[in-house]
């Protein structure tokens, strides 16, 4: 049981906490330990410090013993991270193991963690778009889910400042869908990706191809070598962590700038259990928390409380944290608390071969970046059968090979001497999906986890909506790439379940109206004014830009109302 002695107590009592080390913790305890504010900072994780608890990052192939596999052991106890893309003996490290931190699937869900200090900002990718107006008032628009209690212009300016601080590479394409920012230099393309923006900006009307933009530090500022970080050395081995900062992650940048403010207490190994709810003060008081390793309970205590768990996770914190005044959950009068869940649609992928006049150039081509295309399906009017809209990636690259079909010196001479193969062409959707009363996070009523939480029940699922989008997104880049000369043209499913796009958001949704939402426009609970929500819980929609730019920028302007509102006594 909490030490009840009031030096104990006082020693546990900050200004503000904030649940969560990943993205949006990050942002969050920085800004409010530069507004003065003494703040906790909790993590159900180990401590990962920039670049002393990068182990893999410098190593060469031949030093991993699996030579970059996971072995088959591995891969059968976590057959669910298996799946993910960066899930390699470089990087396994900063992943949860599946059989380590179970959970229930009432229908496939695949969901990838990373519990340490920094959480999944080691390992994202790094691809950082704004939202426009098209997006804010989609649903609005559209009908599909309660209306935005926000718009462009009132997060623009906190993009703004996110981006300059975080280091955004990119360029000024002009696109009322996808608004310019502060962009550091941008990547150029290779020559086959230039080629296809020239024949899709001749042949397609609305529809574009640029370098996507990207949190590294192409060319970087005083602000960014104040931070101790260093240019992008394009090494595009992110997943490891960056010996030189070169990409934006909270270990590298704002957990390091808010230590450096003298304001910051550190806390890995903290389990939140849930969030204590004084029914007299009728506030938000402080935070339980489950020791990881001595199982040991410790409560905290604050005026101010940030929960930046990731969406699921701060879904299950608000569920688990009941009273008699919220028996469903903190702040959930209206019911809609772990309702409304949606995700981003990877459902597939088109790919091609170039060959032409472009297989005289050598190039490695390799940066942190790629290309973009922007949605271009339902922007200013409804033209489909499906609602909304996606936006693909896409790149080119050119490898080599080496004629192994012969024998004794010739073979020998075609090892050492490899040959340019053709030009091969790839694009991946991310498709918006639409939130829905029963795509829904429950807690077990039963089972709990080796910490006391309740299990999570999660049912999410695909919908008919994806499967129109899906069939359209293969219809129309097929017809581009086609267009464009590409040979070999192919579309390809993506296996996995809901999930496996790593961008779940929802459950805690913005609104104006309390009876349909929890949060209003500054990330408050309408129910409990001192908790805050920024992570991707707090998503009222999705829309088909990667989101973790738009958290940032949540997040720092929700840390410097909180700041004011405290400043007035209002909270």
Same mark, same amino acid.
Request: aromatic residues 12%.
């Given at each position: 049981?909490?030490?009840?002695?009031?030096?104990?107590?006082?020693?546990?009592?900050?200004?503000?906490?904030?649940?969560?080390?990943?993205?949006?913790?990050?942002?969050?305890?920085?800004?409010?330990?530069?507004?003065?504010?003494?703040?906790?900072?909790?993590?159900?994780?180990?401590?990962?410090?920039?670049?002393?608890?990068?182990?893999?990052?410098?190593?060469?192939?031949?030093?991993?013993?699996?030579?970059? $596999?996971?072995?088959?052991?591995?891969?059968?106890?976590?057959?669910?991270?298996?799946?993910?893309?960066?899930?390699? $003996?470089?990087?396994?490290? /900063?992943?949860?193991?599946?059989?380590?931190?179970?959970?229930? !699937?009432?229908?496939?869900?695949?969901?990838?963690?990373?519990?340490?200090?920094?959480?999944?900002?080691?390992?994202?990718?790094?691809?950082?778009?704004?939202?426009?107006? =098209?997006?804010?008032?989609?649903?609005?628009?559209?009908?599909?889910?309660?209306?935005?209690?926000?718009?462009? #212009?009132?997060?623009?300016?906190?993009?703004?400042?996110?981006?300059?601080?975080?280091?955004?590479?990119?360029?000024?394409?002009?696109?009322?869908?996808?608004?310019?920012?502060? /962009?550091?230099?941008?990547?150029?393309?290779?020559?086959? $990706?230039?080629?296809?923006?020239?024949?899709?900006?001749?042949?397609?009307?609305?529809?574009?191809?640029?370098?996507?933009?990207?949190?590294?530090?192409?060319?970087?500022?005083?602000?960014?070598?104040?931070?101790?970080?260093?240019?992008?050395?394009?090494?595009?081995?992110?997943?490891?962590?960056?010996?030189?900062?070169?990409?934006?992650?909270?270990?590298?940048? %704002?957990?390091?700038?808010?230590?450096?403010?003298?304001?910051?207490?550190?806390?890995? /190994?903290?389990?939140?259990?849930?969030?204590?709810?004084?029914?007299? #003060?009728?506030?938000?008081?402080?935070?339980?928390?489950?020791? %990881?390793?001595?199982?040991?309970?410790?409560?905290?205590?604050?005026?101010?409380?940030?929960?930046?768990?990731?969406?699921?996770?701060?879904?299950?914190?608000?569920?688990?944290?009941?009273?008699?005044?919220?028996?469903?959950?903190?702040?959930?009068?209206?019911?809609?608390?772990?309702?409304?869940?949606?995700?981003?649609?990877?459902?597939?992928?088109?790919?091609?071969?170039? $060959? &032409?006049?472009?297989?005289?150039?050598?190039?490695?081509?390799?940066?942190?970046?790629?290309?973009?295309?922007?949605?271009?399906?339902?922007?200013?009017? !409804?033209?489909?059968?499906?609602?909304?809209?996606?936006?693909?990636?896409?790149?080119?690259?050119?490898?080599?090979?080496?004629? %192994?079909?012969?024998?004794?010196?010739?073979?020998?001479?075609?090892?050492?001497?490899?040959?340019?193969?053709?030009?091969?062409?790839?694009?991946?959707?991310?498709?918006?999906?639409?939130?829905?009363?029963?795509?829904?996070?429950?807690?077990?009523?039963?089972?709990?986890?080796?910490?006391?939480?309740?299990?999570?029940?999660?049912?999410?699922?695909?919908?008919?909506?994806?499967?129109?989008?899906?069939?359209?997104? =293969?219809? !129309?880049?097929?017809?581009?790439?086609?267009?464009? &000369?590409?040979?070999?043209?192919?579309?390809?499913?993506?296996?996995?379940?809901?999930?496996?796009?790593?961008?779940?958001?929802?459950?805690?949704?913005?609104?104006?109206?309390?009876?349909?939402?929890?949060?209003? #426009?500054?990330? !408050?609970?309408?129910?409990?004014?001192?908790?805050?929500?920024?992570?991707?819980?707090?998503?009222?929609? %999705?829309?088909?830009?990667?989101?973790?730019?738009?958290?940032?920028? /949540?997040?720092?302007?929700?840390?410097?109302?909180?700041?004011?509102?405290?400043?007035?006594?209002?909270?």
């Amino acid at each position: 049981m909490p030490q009840l002695n009031t030096d104990s107590i006082k020693e546990r009592t900050f200004d503000a906490i904030v649940i969560g080390s990943g993205i949006s913790g990050g942002w969050s305890a920085k800004e409010l330990t530069e507004k003065g504010l003494k703040t906790l900072l909790l993590e159900r994780g180990r401590d990962v410090k920039h670049i002393k608890d990068y182990p893999t990052t410098n190593m060469l192939p031949y030093e991993f013993e699996h030579r970059g $596999e996971v072995p088959l052991t591995i891969r059968e106890k976590s057959p669910i991270v298996s799946k993910c893309y960066a899930f390699r $003996e470089d990087a396994m490290h /900063f992943f949860v193991k599946d059989d380590e931190h179970p959970y229930i !699937q009432e229908k496939p869900f695949d969901w990838i963690r990373g519990y340490q200090v920094g959480g999944k900002s080691l390992l994202w990718a790094r691809q950082t778009q704004r939202w426009s107006d =098209f997006d804010f008032e989609g649903p609005a628009r559209d009908g599909f889910a309660v209306d935005w209690p926000i718009r462009y #212009k009132d997060i623009a300016p906190w993009y703004s400042y996110v981006e300059k601080f975080a280091g955004i590479a990119g360029n000024k394409d002009g696109l009322k869908e996808l608004p310019d920012g502060e /962009f550091l230099p941008g990547y150029p393309l290779n020559a086959v $990706e230039d080629y296809f923006k020239e024949q899709v900006s001749q042949k397609y009307k609305g529809r574009y191809v640029i370098s996507a933009r990207a949190a590294h530090l192409s060319q970087p500022q005083p602000i960014h070598l104040e931070q101790g970080r260093g240019q992008c050395q394009n090494r595009t081995l992110c997943q490891r962590g960056c010996p030189f900062g070169g990409y934006f992650s909270s270990n590298a940048s %704002t957990i390091p700038w808010a230590q450096k403010t003298g304001n910051l207490t550190l806390r890995p /190994f903290s389990v939140v259990h849930s969030i204590i709810y004084d029914e007299k #003060k009728g506030k938000a008081t402080g935070v339980k928390v489950i020791d %990881t390793n001595t199982k040991e309970e410790i409560e905290y205590f604050a005026k101010i409380i940030f929960v930046n768990a990731s969406a699921i996770n701060t879904n299950l914190i608000l569920l688990n944290s009941k009273s008699n005044r919220f028996p469903n959950g903190l702040g959930n009068d209206s019911g809609v608390l772990g309702k409304y869940v949606a995700f981003h649609h990877y459902g597939g992928g088109v790919s091609g071969r170039y $060959e &032409g006049q472009l297989e005289k150039f050598r190039t490695d081509g390799r940066n942190p970046a790629g290309c973009y295309i922007p949605r271009f399906r339902n922007v200013y009017k !409804q033209e489909t059968d499906f609602l909304r809209g996606y936006a693909a990636g896409f790149s080119a690259g050119r490898g080599f090979y080496s004629d %192994t079909s012969v024998i004794g010196e010739t073979l020998k001479d075609n090892l050492l001497n490899r040959k340019l193969g053709s030009w091969h062409v790839g694009s991946h959707m991310m498709g918006e999906t639409i939130p829905k009363e029963q795509s829904y996070i429950k807690l077990d009523a039963d089972k709990k986890d080796d910490w006391g939480v309740p299990l999570l029940k999660i049912s999410v699922d695909f919908d008919d909506n994806d499967a129109k989008m899906l069939g359209d997104y =293969f219809e !129309q880049v097929s017809e581009m790439f086609t267009a464009a &000369g590409f040979k070999d043209v192919k579309t390809s499913k993506r296996p996995g379940a809901p999930g496996l796009d790593i961008h779940e958001m929802g459950g805690v949704r913005m609104g104006h109206d309390p009876k349909t939402s929890m949060l209003n #426009k500054w990330h !408050q609970l309408h129910a409990c004014k001192n908790v805050f929500v920024t992570d991707g819980a707090c998503m009222t929609s %999705t829309s088909t830009q990667n989101p973790s730019l738009t958290y940032m920028a /949540f997040s720092a302007r929700a840390a410097n109302f909180a700041v004011e509102e405290l400043k007035k006594g209002n909270i």
